[in-house]
């Protein structure tokens, strides 16, 4: 099936500074990329719609300040935490579907993320 | 509002037992459903969605409207079946996915 990968798979960074993780596509575009956030032992939490050309959808209490979300290309969506805090640390995944070359609109995850901030 | 409810968080059967993830959801329209798995230490994965009507590695899930449940089933458990099951709605084609908190299941030896 579809690849979607993440970078880096895991980042640890002090209070304060800002990070970024990078979601591809490898072998099919992606107008639409979803951003996901996970806390130990809990379920997905939609952050964001990540759209191509265009501005982020971001869920309701998520700031859009503080996570930026970037989607340049249709193979590339980023998310950057500003200015991050202890409470940020959590383990970020993306996911993106594949529509094309005959795909069904299945929905393909990245390995997810690991953020911790100290 | 779209919701998906996993009751159980933890559970346990031994190899070779029938095996029951329970799902109930809440969506005002028709929805799609899906069963995604996350074996440990690997990315989430689509197990299967209700359109498709197949059996994945022995499981089915069968959509009913009337309870609204989408509850995942295997008559014969495996150990390799332990992993974390989440349970997911989708309103609109395409649209974003409700994730259920998930069951963490163990097949015992």
């Known amino acids: 099936g579809a690849v979607v990968s993440q970078h880096p798979s895991w980042v640890i960074c002090k209070s304060g500074t800002s990070v970024k993780i990078e979601c591809r596509s490898l072998?099919?575009?992606?107008?639409?990329m979803f951003w996901y956030r996970q806390f130990p032992k809990q379920s997905l939490m939609l952050m964001a719609t990540s759209n191509e050309g265009s501005k982020a959808t971001y869920e309701q209490g998520v700031e859009k300040d503080k996570f930026l979300i970037n989607h340049a290309s249709l193979t590339l969506s980023t998310l950057t935490v500003t200015s991050a805090h202890p409470e940020d640390s959590s383990f970020y995944i993306c996911?993106?579907?594949?529509?094309?070359?005959?795909?069904?609109?299945?929905?393909?995850f990245g390995e997810g993320s690991r953020l911790t901030v100290l | 509002a779209q919701r998906v409810t996993q009751p159980e968080k933890l559970l346990s059967v031994f190899k070779g037992a029938p095996v029951e993830l329970k799902c109930n959801y809440s969506y005002s329209g028709s929805p799609e459903l899906f069963w995604y798995v996350q074996y440990s230490r690997q990315r989430l994965q689509l197990l299967l969605r209700?359109?498709s009507r197949e059996s994945i590695k022995g499981f089915t899930a069968d959509l009913n409207k009337g309870e609204t449940s989408f509850h995942l089933k295997k008559p014969f458990a495996q150990e390799e079946d332990s992993a974390m099951y989440y349970c997911a709605l989708e309103g609109t084609s395409g649209s974003r996915l409700t994730f259920g908190e998930g069951t963490q299941l163990t097949v015992n030896p």
């Open positions: 209700h359109i």
């Open positions: 996911s993106a579907r594949d529509w094309t070359s005959g795909g069904a609109g299945e929905l393909f």
């Open positions: 072998d099919f575009q992606a107008t639409t």
